[in-house]
């Protein structure tokens, strides 16, 4: 799932004052109480095998997703629905994303998230596997229980958001599969992937205005926003990940390389100097700071900054004519924080 990042590397003194980190307070306010619940229900699950039963909890306490549920109910509110409406719903989709999230790191190894062990990387495939599958029916029940509370109409819009977005999404990792490990490819390919993972927040933003009570052209519009905020973020997190010794290592053996690496590939030279740094057992900070410097001297990288701005006023755009005005602050935010410090 497309999750919203802080470049750490950027991070200084006056940290209150920059934009992502007014983000992450705001969508920590709207989710804290969804995921608070969510986490409790799912413990009070029955789980008879023990080492199961310890990785859930060790999921748990490490479970801090605000992004997916801060924007669905950021979406709710902006057609004038409350958070209290939107919390049932926060819930089901918080149960639903960890259960891609736990799938993708079985098919990503990832083994070491944000400098701590993920549950693939202390318990293996099978738990990891067997563990997203529980949240996975834990999400869908909820959601079951969700319909009784619901206007018949607008659930069944809502079933299809989700089958619609999670295919995309489940496309986008399957045509994924094909690119992996791969220094050489088709970029608008890759590009199509980025667009499609961003369902994962497009599915918040749309169910988010269905629950609220939205107009159809409210729905498609904040759906519409959220196709951008989803693509704006995968591409932050892939610029972001250029600063991460690990996490690039892991791309290159596991994933597909950041997309402005590949941008800067087009130049033989320079695909030869950086794969020969990612080679080596261990990348220095000296060698973070080489690939940074060929990335950001490259004219296409420049072009896909260019491409982000454009997008960017586009979700502002559709923002200028949410009523809530508040709300409509708060949307521009996301967007602009994610833009920040590229």
């Not at 310890?54 to 924007?71: F, M, Q, R, S």
């Not at 098919?107 to 563990?131: A, E, H, M, W």
């Given at each position: 799932?497309?999750?919203?990042k802080?470049?750490?590397e950027?991070?200084?003194?006056?940290?209150?004052?920059?934009?992502m980190?007014?983000v992450?307070?705001?969508l920590?306010?709207?989710s804290e109480?969804?995921?608070?619940?969510?986490k409790?229900f799912?413990?009070?699950?029955?789980?008879?095998n023990?080492?199961?039963?310890e990785?859930?909890e060790?999921?748990?306490?490490?479970?801090?997703?605000t992004?997916?549920p801060?924007?669905?109910a950021?979406?709710?509110?902006?057609?004038?629905g409350?958070?209290?409406?939107?919390?049932?719903?926060q819930i089901?989709?918080?149960y639903l994303?960890?259960?891609?999230?736990?799938?993708?790191?079985?098919?990503?190894?990832?083994?070491?998230?944000?400098?701590?062990?993920?549950v693939?990387?202390?318990?293996?495939?099978d738990?990891?596997l067997?563990?997203g599958?529980?949240?996975?029916v834990?999400?869908?029940?909820?959601?079951?229980n969700?319909?009784k509370e619901?206007?018949?109409?607008r659930f069944?819009?809502?079933?299809?958001?989700?089958?619609?977005?999670l295919?995309d999404?489940?496309n986008a990792h399957?045509?994924?599969?094909?690119?992996?490990?791969?220094t050489?490819?088709?970029?608008d390919?890759?590009?199509?992937?980025l667009?499609k993972?961003?369902?994962?927040?497009?599915?918040?933003?749309e169910i988010?205005?269905?629950?609220?009570?939205g107009?159809l052209?409210?729905?498609?519009a904040?759906?519409?926003y959220?196709r951008?905020?989803?693509?704006?973020?995968g591409?932050r997190?892939?610029f972001?990940d250029?600063?991460?010794?690990d996490?690039?290592?892991?791309?290159?053996r596991?994933?597909?390389?950041p997309l402005?690496l590949?941008?800067?590939f087009?130049?033989v030279?320079?695909?030869?100097?950086i794969?020969?740094?990612?080679?080596?057992?261990?990348?220095?900070?000296?060698?973070?700071?080489?690939i940074?410097?060929?990335?950001f001297?490259?004219?296409?990288v420049?072009n896909?900054?260019a491409?982000?701005?454009n997008l960017a006023?586009?979700a502002?755009?559709?923002?200028?004519g949410?009523?809530?005005?508040?709300?409509?602050k708060?949307?521009?935010?996301?967007?602009?924080a994610s833009?920040?410090?590229?």
């Amino acid at each position: 799932m497309v999750n919203l990042k802080v470049n750490e590397e950027s991070v200084v003194e006056q940290e209150e004052q920059k934009l992502m980190v007014k983000v992450l307070n705001l969508l920590q306010q709207k989710s804290e109480k969804a995921l608070e619940k969510a986490k409790k229900f799912i413990l009070n699950e029955k789980i008879e095998n023990k080492r199961a039963r310890e990785a859930l909890e060790y999921y748990v306490g490490n479970w801090n997703d605000t992004t997916h549920p801060g924007i669905l109910a950021l979406a709710c509110e902006a057609v004038g629905g409350s958070l209290e409406k939107a919390e049932p719903m926060q819930i089901a989709m918080l149960y639903l994303a960890a259960a891609v999230d736990l799938h993708d790191d079985i098919i990503d190894q990832s083994k070491v998230k944000n400098g701590k062990p993920t549950v693939f990387g202390k318990y293996g495939r099978d738990i990891t596997l067997l563990l997203g599958d529980i949240i996975m029916v834990k999400g869908f029940t909820f959601l079951y229980n969700y319909c009784k509370e619901i206007e018949p109409k607008r659930f069944e819009m809502i079933i299809c958001s989700l089958k619609t977005k999670l295919l995309d999404l489940g496309n986008a990792h399957l045509l994924e599969v094909d690119l992996k490990r791969k220094t050489k490819f088709n970029i608008d390919q890759y590009m199509q992937i980025l667009e499609k993972k961003a369902s994962s927040i497009e599915v918040n933003t749309e169910i988010g205005a269905i629950i609220g009570g939205g107009s159809l052209n409210e729905i498609e519009a904040l759906a519409r926003y959220g196709r951008i905020l989803g693509t704006l973020i995968g591409l932050r997190e892939d610029f972001i990940d250029i600063f991460e010794p690990d996490e690039l290592k892991n791309r290159m053996r596991n994933e597909i390389l950041p997309l402005p690496l590949i941008y800067t590939f087009k130049n033989v030279e320079t695909r030869n100097n950086i794969l020969k740094i990612l080679s080596k057992p261990k990348i220095s900070k000296y060698d973070i700071e080489k690939i940074l410097e060929y990335v950001f001297q490259s004219k296409e990288v420049q072009n896909l900054k260019a491409y982000m701005q454009n997008l960017a006023k586009q979700a502002l755009q559709i923002v200028s004519g949410v009523k809530n005005k508040v709300i409509a602050k708060d949307l521009s935010l996301l967007i602009n924080a994610s833009l920040e410090d590229l």
